[in-house]
């Protein structure tokens, strides 16, 4: 008679010492990240080498300007955006846009070719699929690669929105105040056992694990 390895089932769970009050006090990402100084630097490094510089301060204006512009298309709070983006430059923005209008982005990896089958291209579709058919935000040069896609024309009547448009816009006034138990935004699992699942994370997470990894720094 076959048995079970009763170890199979046995779960652990490990609980570290209580957070401060900082995580309930912040409440969700966009506050944290409205309480860095406007003028600390952030440094993107390209693939030549080359360091391009952006303020928190232009970071924030800038995600202020794309949640404006994904609210004109009429987005509302807790809709998903898939982002087809390569630069960080690029990807920063559009996520804290995300948050700032309480949307929540997931970064699906870009494929080769829109047109030729890959692991990559059959992955978006997927996610795209799984999250029923959300905005697409992706630069102008591949929003038209994107849309005529001969390998999935389903994507023909795709939502894309450029992210040179969506800078566009004048920035919202008010950023949405999302709770500790809210999705900020989803990853992908590695596929390893076939398709990537979206695995969600919400603010409280994201809070608690940069806290708690500060305390231990």
């Known amino acids: 008679m076959r048995r079970d390895n009763p170890m199979s089932t046995i779960h652990s769970i490990q609980h570290g010492s209580t957070l ?19 003028s600390t630097p952030i440094v993107f490094i390209d693939s030549q080498g080359i360091e391009n510089n952006l303020s928190y301060g232009d970071l924030v204006q800038a995600a202020k300007c794309i949640a404006a512009g994904l609210q004109e298309r009429g987005l509302q709070p807790r809709q998903k955006v898939l982002l087809q983006l390569s630069l960080s430059e690029d990807i920063l923005p559009v996520f804290w846009g995300c948050l700032f209008a309480g949307l929540e982005p997931i970064v699906v990896p870009i494929p080769v070719s829109y047109d030729l089958e890959s692991r990559a291209l059959e992955q978006l579709i997927h996610i795209w699929k799984l999250l029923e058919q959300p905005l697409i935000c992706t630069t102008a040069a591949l929003a038209s690669a994107l849309s005529g896609s001969s390998r999935f024309p389903e994507l023909q009547d795709a939502r894309i929105a450029s992210i040179e448009s969506l800078r566009q816009h004048a920035p919202i006034e008010t950023i949405y105040q999302a709770t500790l138990s809210d999705v900020a935004f989803y990853v992908l699992s590695s596929g390893s056992t076939g398709l990537s699942k979206a695995v969600e994370l919400t603010h409280g997470n994201l809070l608690s694990r940069a806290i708690g990894t500060n305390l231990l720094c």
């Open 20 to 38: 401060p009050d900082r995580v309930a006090q912040l409440q969700n990402l966009p506050n944290a990240i409205l309480t860095v100084s406007p």
